[in-house]
Every structure is written in structure tokens, then in C-alpha cells.
């Protein structure tokens, strides 16, 4: 069992330099990690310079590519040049079309670029195993799972989004934290301090999650609230109870899931580690490998695979 945090500044062969290379003259490749809340951009210049964009979240189930558009506009274009190459890793890319909602924006500003777009689980599968096998997950605003065979997904459940499925993801827990305040079933000493924390009123929280978009980033806006608490049983139940729904509904559903190694990208997988840890080898899984953030192994995978 490890877990891994290695940082862009321990890539091989690559010098990470936080600043906007002369990108006139040199040729660049783009990588993008993109889920529903925030998208992280590596522009990788022919020297080997690295420069980090973010934006919003890319999600084309929310996203029109007008809007996709804009903000690159706003806040990559101005920093990358002549880049050949983009590969774009993304919540919601399930299919080609979804895929053709961000491929149609990056297009507009790199016309000549090569542009590949994938689901951000083929990214996780990257970025945690490289060419190798094992089962890639993903905790974060969402959640999926899959079996890679060192190219491609070959096993896959269908997550379902935070309405039917997602279990374990910041969504679905803050969808079932609301819950359990505005029902009263969280305990009364939690309730306190959820209502002087977030001021939040039932019209309120009604109103972002039925009638505004992007009610996923809303409800996983409320998973902080439980790692601050963790101490507390109710939240370290609470979530031990939603990890179990994970591994039971997903991992498990998977063929021969106790056969390979099992990793984890994302935020909520990484900050709750300990808590998915004792979950898995409660089910005799103990090989684990834990990613906060996958653009870094991106980048090393798409820079030194050949």
C-alpha cells in the first residue's frame, strides 16, 4: 500500500517554471485536466518550460461551447501560442459529441493544433497506472470507475451523476448532508455550527439545487464542512457509510476487482485517504494509490511515453 504525492517539481526530464515561455518560437503540446468545478492547464513548451492556466469547469453537460469559448478567450488564449497539440481530459466528454463541445471551442484559437479529447477517467487511468494495469477511480464533484488494461477502459460502471448514482462524490455527500440538516437527523451540537458556517436558509438551498445550474458544484461545496468536523463520529460515519456505497456499487461491480491494484484521483479520495484505506481492506483490498490532482502524471505521461 502507498500513496503517492509526487509534484510537478519531481517530474523527469522537465524544468517547471511558473512563467509564460517566449511561445513565438516554440512549439507546444496542451494538456488539460477538467472536471465539473475547475479545469487545470499545462502549456509544455519545446524547452521544456511549463506553464500552469486554470478556469472553470468544462463539464459539456453544462457547458455550451459558446461559453467554453469565452472564457478561453479570456484566460488561455492570452498565454499560449503555437501550440500543435492539445489533449483535453474531461468530465462529461462520455461520447464524441460531448467531446465535439470542447473540441469546437479549443479550435477557434489553435486551428492547426491536433485536439484529442477524452473522459477524465481515461485521464485518471493515465495519470495513476500509466501503461499499466489496475482499477482507476475518481472522487471529486463526481465519481466513476473503471478496469484500464494498460491502453484502453475495458470494464466500466456507469457512474450515473449525483441524481442516480455518483456514490462517494462530493455531490452526493452534500446532497445527503442537506439532507440530514434540514431534517434534523444531523446531530444537534453539528447543526450549530452548519447553520453559523453557511447562513444557509431551506428557500435557499432549495432554490441553487432546483432552479440554478450547476447544482453538483453547489452540494459538493458543503464536503470541507466534513473534513473539518472529521473528528466528530457523525462525519466520519458519514462518510465511512458513503465510501462503503462506492466500493459496494461501483469497485466491486467490476470483474475481477480483486485482481488488480486499485487507485484514486481526485479530492475527496485524497483529503478522506485514511477513511478509504479502511474501507477497501475491510474488503481485502490493500494496494491503493492516491492522486489529489492527476495533470502532473498527465504530463509526464504524454512527455515520456513514446
Known amino acids: 500500500m502507498y500513496i503517492c504525492t509526487r509534484c510537478t517539481k519531481n517530474l523527469i526530464g ?5 512563467t509564460t515561455p517566449t511561445f513565438e518560437t516554440l512549439k507546444m503540446i496542451l494538456i488539460a485536466d477538467s472536471g465539473s468545478t475547475k479545469t ?8 521544456g518550460n511549463v506553464t500552469t492556466i486554470s ?8 457547458r455550451t461551447t459558446e461559453e467554453i469559448a469565452a472564457e478561453l478567450e479570456e484566460k488561455l488564449v492570452p498565454v499560449a501560442g503555437n501550440v500543435e497539440h492539445v489533449f483535453f481530459y474531461g468530465a462529461g466528454v462520455v461520447n464524441e459529441e460531448k467531446g465535439a463541445v470542447v473540441s469546437r471551442a479549443i479550435s477557434r484559437f489553435f486551428p492547426s493544433a491536433k485536439i484529442e479529447t ?10 495513476l497506472f500509466g501503461k499499466s494495469a489496475g482499477i482507476a477511480c475518481i472522487l471529486g464533484t463526481g465519481s466513476n470507475a473503471c478496469i484500464f488494461d494498460g491502453e484502453k477502459i475495458a470494464a466500466h460502471v456507469s457512474p450515473l451523476g449525483f441524481i442516480l448514482g455518483d456514490e462517494g462524490s462530493g455531490a452526493v455527500m452534500g446532497k445527503h448532508l442537506l439532507g440530514d440538516y434540514f431534517k434534523e437527523v444531523m446531530p444537534a451540537d453539528l447543526r450549530r455550527i452548519f447553520a453559523e458556517k453557511y447562513q444557509l436558509s431551506r428557500d435557499e438551498a432549495l432554490n441553487r439545487v432546483y432552479r440554478e445550474q450547476r447544482p453538483n458544484h453547489f452540494l459538493a461545496t458543503f464536503v470541507p464542512f466534513l473534513a473539518e468536523n472529521l473528528e466528530h463520529e457523525y462525519c ?7 465510501f462503503r456505497s462506492f466500493v459496494e456499487r461501483n469497485i466491486q461491480k467490476l470483474p475481477g476487482y480483486n485482481e488488480f491494484p486499485v487507485g484514486f484521483a481526485g479530492s475527496v479520495a485524497w483529503y478522506f485517504s485514511d477513511i478509504m484505506i ?7 483490498i490493500e494496494n491503493t494509490k492516491f492522486l489529489k490532482d492527476p495533470i502532473d502524471e498527465l504530463v509526464r505521461f504524454h512527455t515520456e511515453t513514446k
Do not use: Y
Open 14 to 18: 522537465l524544468k517547471i517554471q511558473e
Open 40 to 47: 487545470t492547464w499545462k502549456l509544455v513548451a519545446g524547452n
Open 55 to 62: 478556469t472553470s469547469g468544462m463539464n459539456p453537460f453544462f
Open 118 to 127: 477524452h473522459s477524465d477517467l481515461l485521464g485518471a487511468c493515465r495519470a
Open 236 to 242: 466520519r460515519q458519514f462518510v465511512t457509510q458513503n
Open 278 to 284: 479502511t474501507v477497501l481492506a475491510e474488503e481485502g
